[in-house]
């Protein structure tokens, strides 16, 4: 008895050792500070991934001291690397001027790099940014205009991106068949992304007909060199997506996964793991960061699933008052209030399904402006031919001049928002000869000069089309948009002085923001004199054209601006 009771006492011991050792063993892993070390010493040795993560720590203040400025410069060393996630959260770091100073033109930089690498939110959040600040259209324009020359002369890499272009509506209206047929033209080149660029579109059935055969097809051609599409692969072999259950196809992607991970990939999906337990509450947005790469690089358990899910959740319910009041802005084409609550929403962990809506909604509604301004300038147009046909008059002049303003105002923000549009280049060049002709019926006879001379001049050669304050024009321009406001003065100055230079009126129109821009509310007499500035420029700017109007992106400065109107009133 006495023995049977000792062994009932250690069967008990080695049961709750046994209980224990599971409990410990299947217990989540979570991020130590032994971790942080090592993740540290590796991104000192220059892993990328490691120097993403770093930054990622000083930026939420996990387990060490939150710093921005130490984490924009951990993000800026694996960008500067081409990771293309470090070059996203740079890229928000200087538009919101997060730990460094706000400069759009850095993060233009950094967000287009990343964008080309294929990184999904860094083409969303362009998208945005293009419809928050109509200032950068020109810049996006040409960005836009190089990718199609070089798509165009055939390069897979130039047609995946204008995929996205189209797609996501970067610079440009969203045009869904645009979108495919440049994926479709890189994708039967080879081009790996663009191939799951179309298995996704092909699954989820919105830029085209859904298609599963297709979407299966493309992702089996992506999975080849890319890891993502055959963590998708695995997924939909086992019943995701709508897709029939294969157990023999799930096997085969599940061991390419396998041999494709190696020491380094599997302690940095476990240290993903590791954050996303440890994050979960107390780090939300951080842990679904982890979310997202473990989405890329295993496929998703049950557990880690509904994880994600419940993060994903509380993201769309902290964003759900900034995204209503957005939608509701833009259905009263509110566009100031629409432009400051999208630029709320463009935080690093935004919500990328609700914000590509909003850019779709947005991108809309200015297709329908544009197209209402351009019947506008077709109709104007066709009154100013009619006048030019007709015998001239002195009386006329008036009513031609104010032809010639309105055409202005309604082509103007048109080709502003769409400086790519072939019909709106088409019209504007159209009109120009027109009102060249009226203009010259209008100019009135020089003194001395004989009938031979005026017919000598006008057989001579067209003067050159090149704008004499183009130039300065665009340099000022370009540190305008950096941000670089004391130097852009100086070349905007340069330009209003040029003679003949169709610039004047506006480049007037930016200096007198250069100045306002540079108010500081501490430093009241300098803010009296900067906003003294402002007013006279604007003055100016409507002296030489009394049609201008502000740029889109500046309406804060639309009461300087309407002061400056009553005051030459």
Same mark, same amino acid.
């Given at each position: 008895m006495h023995s049977k009771g000792r062994i009932k006492i250690l069967l008990l011991i080695i049961s709750i050792w046994a209980a224990a050792s599971c409990l410990i063993s299947c217990a989540p892993a979570r991020l130590t500070r032994a971790d942080i070390d090592h993740l540290r010493i590796s991104a000192q040795k220059g892993d990328a991934r490691s120097r993403v993560l770093i930054g990622e720590a000083y930026e939420f203040g996990a387990d060490v001291p939150r710093d921005q400025?130490?984490?924009? @410069?951990?993000?800026?060393?694996?960008? %500067?690397?081409?990771d293309p996630e470090a070059q996203f959260y740079l890229g928000v770091m200087y538009e919101r001027g997060a730990g460094i100073n706000q400069n759009t033109a850095e993060s233009l930089k950094w967000l287009f790099r990343s964008a080309e690498s294929g990184y999904e939110k860094s083409q969303i959040m362009l998208a945005s940014l293009y419809l928050k600040d109509r200032g950068l259209a020109q810049e996006f324009s040409k960005k836009i205009k190089k990718y199609r020359q070089s798509a165009q002369k055939g390069n897979p890499i130039a047609q995946y991106i204008l995929g996205w272009v189209y797609r996501e509506g970067v610079g440009t209206p969203v045009n869904p068949r645009e979108a495919l047929a440049w994926y479709q033209k890189a994708a039967h080149q080879g081009n790996a992304k663009a191939q799951a660029a179309l298995g996704n579109i092909y699954l989820e059935g919105k830029l085209a007909p859904a298609s599963p055969g297709d979407a299966l097809l493309w992702y089996q051609k992506s999975a080849e060199t890319e890891m993502p599409s055959q963590v998708k692969l695995c997924e939909l072999y086992k019943g995701a997506g709508g897709i029939k259950e294969n157990e023999e196809e799930a096997k085969k992607w599940s061991k390419r996964l396998a041999e494709n991970t190696d020491a380094s990939l599997r302690s940095y999906i476990d240290t993903q793991h590791a954050i996303l337990n440890t994050e979960k509450d107390r780090n939300p947005a951080r842990a679904l960061r982890a979310c997202n790469r473990l989405h890329n690089a295993e496929p998703a358990g049950k557990e880690t699933s509904d994880i994600c899910q419940s993060l994903q959740k509380q993201t769309g319910d902290k964003t759900e008052t900034r995204f209503g009041q957005a939608k509701s802005a833009l259905e009263k084409k509110d566009w100031e209030k629409f432009r400051d609550h999208l630029s709320g929403m463009l935080i690093a962990?935004? %919500?990328?399904?609700?914000?590509?809506?909003?850019?779709?909604?947005? @991108? *809309?509604?200015?297709?329908?402006?544009?197209?209402?301004?351009? =019947?506008?300038? *077709?109709?104007?147009?066709?009154?100013?031919?009619?006048a030019d046909r007709a015998s001239y008059r002195k009386k006329n002049a008036p009513q031609i001049i104010k032809m010639i303003n309105a055409f202005k105002v309604a082509v103007n923000p048109a080709l502003r928002d769409n400086p790519e549009d072939e019909d709106l280049l088409a019209l504007v060049r159209k009109a120009g000869k027109v009102i060249a002709s009226l203009q010259e019926k209008m100019r009135p006879p020089q003194k001395g000069k004989t009938e031979d001379k005026a017919a000598s001049d006008q057989q001579e050669e067209p003067p050159d089309e090149h704008d004499p304050g183009e130039d300065d024009y665009r340099k000022a321009q370009t540190l305008f948009q950096g @941000?670089?406001? %004391?130097?852009?003065? *100086?070349?905007?100055?340069?330009?209003? =002085?040029?003679?003949g230079s169709g610039h004047i009126a506006s480049a007037y129109i930016y200096l007198g923001i250069s100045n306002l821009a540079r108010i500081n509310p501490a430093n009241i007499n300098e803010a009296r004199k900067l906003h003294l500035k402002g007013l006279v420029y604007f003055q100016n700017a409507l002296r030489f054209d009394d049609a201008i109007a502000l740029p889109a992106g500046f309406d804060k400065y639309q009461s300087v601006f309407e002061e400056a109107k009553r005051r030459l009133k």
């Open positions: 400025k130490i984490a924009a @410069g951990w993000y800026q060393q694996a960008a %500067d690397q081409d962990d935004f %919500d990328p399904s609700r914000v590509r809506r909003l850019n779709a909604a947005a @991108g *809309r509604l200015i297709e329908e402006e544009t197209r209402a301004r351009e =019947k506008t300038a *077709r109709e104007i147009l066709r009154q100013m031919e009619a @941000g670089r406001y %004391d130097e852009a003065a *100086r070349y905007f100055e340069k330009a209003t =002085k040029i003679r």
